[in-house]
């Protein structure tokens, strides 16, 4: 499905992704502890951030699958 807004909250989920991937590669370099739960604390927020956006996602896709049966029995 081809939606303008759909391939926004891709877009957004592929730099969340890419985001974690630095942030792993810093966690595993660095030996701070202080440094490590910060990482952890970043980690942790971005991956809410891609629940909340995946949870999004399904709605819309969702509610376009709808408007697309509605409009087809018309």
């Known amino acids: 499905m081809n939606d303008p807004y759909l391939n926004e909250l891709r877009d957004e989920?592929?730099?969340y992704s890419n985001?974690?991937?630095k942030l792993?590669?810093?966690l595993l370099k660095t030996n701070s502890t202080e440094?490590?739960?910060k990482?952890?604390?970043q980690i942790d927020s971005i991956a809410n951030?891609?629940?909340a956006n995946q949870k999004q996602?399904?709605?819309v896709t969702k509610s376009r699958i709808k408007e697309l049966k509605t409009k087809s029995r018309k």
């Open 24 to 26: 792993k590669k810093k």
């Open 13 to 15: 989920f592929e730099g």
């Open 57 to 59: 996602s399904i709605k």
């Open 19 to 21: 985001q974690l991937k």
């Open 49 to 51: 951030k891609m629940e």
């Open 39 to 41: 990482i952890i604390k």
């Open 35 to 37: 440094l490590q739960a």
